[in-house]
């Protein structure tokens, strides 16, 4: 593994390329504040009906080596976000990895949202489910060597990573709301420590612009959110299984019902 000092740095234009169709995008009038019939905003609403929103982050694969031949692997997620009198929204999504030579991480997400009737406010004419999907590109920033000692962890120190994600979501009709879109940037953090079972926490701070489609024209919304946890890595080798990670997360939007606690099981394959 190349270093610099106590540190990797990976960088190239793909990430500052799709920045700028990113910001590109921002050009539609803003979404309304008006609440929809779950009690979010509409802003809200439209983040929650995709991946991003509806399902929890994770952390870095394999957080302290990146110099793999190849990566595959599969995630199932779920999450769930409480919603007023006593509703809530639930999601589950099934994501497939890719990553090649070390370079970026390329995933992509199909997800299913069910939630309470009554978050409709016609219920007779509305269905209170949806299909979502996404795509995501994570390229590796920074990777250092062991640098923090912690404390029951005596065989090593702990390692951390940096690394820059983006990525787009997609849901269609549900809840009385029409099609919704979310493009983000979002920068996980992470610190690795553990030998033959490695303890990851990690925050994912990220932007997010929604889009949606009133019956007249498309606006869009922007939000900040903070996402965590804590991730086992490699903790299916007490089972006997090689590769198999557990991750329990939650997601944060400061606005009202903003909050996702999630779960999710991940299987790498490193050949």
């Known amino acids: 593994m190349r270093t610099i000092s106590r540190v990797r740095w990976t960088t190239g234009w793909s990430p500052v390329v799709m920045g700028l169709v990113f910001l590109s995008l921002l050009i539609s009038p803003t979404l309304g504040a008006q609440s929809t019939g779950s009690g979010m905003g509409r802003t809200l609403a439209a983040i929650a009906s995709t991946p991003l929103g509806a399902l929890t982050p994770v952390g870095p694969v394999m957080a302290t080596s990146r110099d793999d031949t190849l990566l595959f692997g599969f995630r199932l997620l779920y999450g769930t976000r409480a919603l007023a009198e006593r509703r809530s929204l639930t999601s589950y999504g099934f994501t497939t990895n890719l990553q090649i030579q070390g370079g970026a991480l390329f995933s992509g997400t199909i997800g299913y949202q069910r939630g309470d009737a009554a978050i409709c ?87 997010v612009m929604a889009w949606g489609t009133t019956d007249r024209r498309w606006s869009r919304g ?44 991940s299987w790498t394959l490193a050949p």
Not at 139 to 154: D, E, I, K, W, Y
Not at 238 to 265: E, H, M, N, W
């Open 222 to 265: 922007q939000r900040v959110l903070l996402g965590g946890g804590i991730t086992g890595q490699e903790i299916g080798q007490l089972l006997g299984v090689t590769g198999l990670d557990l991750t329990i997360a939650l997601q944060r939007a400061f606005s009202p019902f903003g909050t996702t606690l999630g779960a999710t099981v």
């Open 121 to 207: 406010v016609d219920p007779s004419s509305c269905d209170a489910r949806r299909l979502m999907a996404g795509i995501r590109y994570s390229g590796n920033l920074v990777t250092t060597r062991p640098f923090l000692r912690v404390p029951f962890f005596t065989d090593n120190d702990a390692s951390g990573t940096a690394a820059l994600e983006f990525g787009a979501g997609w849901a269609n009709k549900g809840f009385g709301e029409k099609q919704h879109w979310t493009g983000d940037v979002t920068v996980p953090l992470s610190l690795a420590v553990g030998q033959r079972v490695r303890i990851v926490t990690f925050a994912a701070p990220t932007v």
